[in-house]
């Protein structure tokens, strides 16, 4: 499963998109079909980064994303997030 989040920069740093990945990563907890969460990530997204980070995510790769250029991939198993 992918997460994703999008924070208006005038609500920013208000813990948003903390309360957003907390609840997506209790929901993949409860859902059995899910072992993995991913998360694409810009190399530029500081915040997001250190989020992840704080929850396990750890580096997988890195794509490219037509509409958003390059991402870096970070995943964690479903049952430890």
Do not use: C, T
């Not at 915040?47 to 958003?68: H, I, M, T």
């Amino acid at each position: 499963m992918e997460v994703g989040y999008a924070v208006d920069p005038a609500f920013r740093r208000q813990g948003y998109a903390r309360a957003a990945l907390v609840a997506l990563l209790k929901w993949a907890r409860e859902e059995a079909a899910i072992h993995r969460v991913r998360a694409s990530i810009g190399p530029d997204n500081l915040a997001s980064l250190a989020l992840v980070s704080q929850y396990g995510f750890v580096k997988a790769g890195e794509q490219w994303d037509d509409e958003d250029g390059l991402e870096v991939i970070f995943e964690v198993d479903a049952g430890l997030a």
